[in-house]
């Protein structure tokens, strides 16, 4: 696995970014909306972390020790000061050590690679792919939709990213999944939580079905 070292600003939120995912983020707070000034006119990146304790808003929150680096993709300001940005989650990382110079939290990271599966297996994936699928339907289907189809990656890791951030669960769960660093476990994680998760979603959707259909 091969890793860099570099100084990041960080946005402490209660949220888990995922490589490859959009987040939008309303930026009101003074010290953040220094923080994307200051990226705007450097690389444009910044470190997303998920709140470990503390809040959003006024002291600085204590961050979990793995987030993702994102690259903010859209910027528009509003005439009361707010700032909407969307960000693009890139590559994770890991905290070496948090300091700050500057009203807002920053560190010193080390980004982290993922660990492929050895041998990948097509039929394996294209399991895994069925059963999101199935999620995405029954996730549909509870509020009363359908759809036929969905393109879904072939590449292992935006797979495995696209699945963790999807799918609907605790965000510590979530964070949990965000740290497993080699694809198999994330695969197998998150396996274990869809199949979970369709269980229910199969149950609730056959009540849903039921209600339309019973006579008042």
């Given at each position: ?19 490859g995912s959009l ?73 070496i050590q948090t ?118």
């Open positions: 696995m091969s890793s860099t070292n570099r100084s990041l600003p960080l946005f402490p939120l209660n949220v888990v970014l995922f490589p987040l939008p983020i309303t930026v009101f707070e003074k010290r953040y909306k220094l923080m994307i000034q200051d990226c705007l006119n450097s690389d444009s990146k910044f470190g997303v972390v998920l709140i470990k304790s503390g809040s959003e808003v006024g002291e600085p929150a204590v961050p979990h020790l793995v987030g993702t680096v994102c690259k903010i993709i859209a910027v528009k300001y509003k005439d009361d000061g707010v700032i909407n940005i969307t960000v693009k989650g890139e590559e994770r990382f890991s905290l300091y700050q110079t500057k009203p807002y939290l920053s560190a010193q990271v080390e980004t982290l690679d993922y660990l492929r599966l050895q041998d990948e297996n097509p039929d394996y994936i294209s399991m895994i792919q069925s059963k999101f699928l199935q999620y995405i339907r029954l996730m549909i289907g509870v509020e009363g939709g359908w759809i036929r189809n969905i393109n879904l990656p072939s590449d292992q890791i935006d797979l495995a990213c696209m699945i963790a951030s999807t799918i609907q669960i605790k965000l510590s769960k979530k964070q949990f999944l965000l740290e497993q660093s080699n694809i198999g476990d994330l695969f197998a994680a998150e396996l274990s939580l869809i199949d979970t998760e369709n269980d229910r979603l199969r149950d609730k959707v056959a009540l849903t079905l039921l209600s339309r259909f019973t006579v008042q």
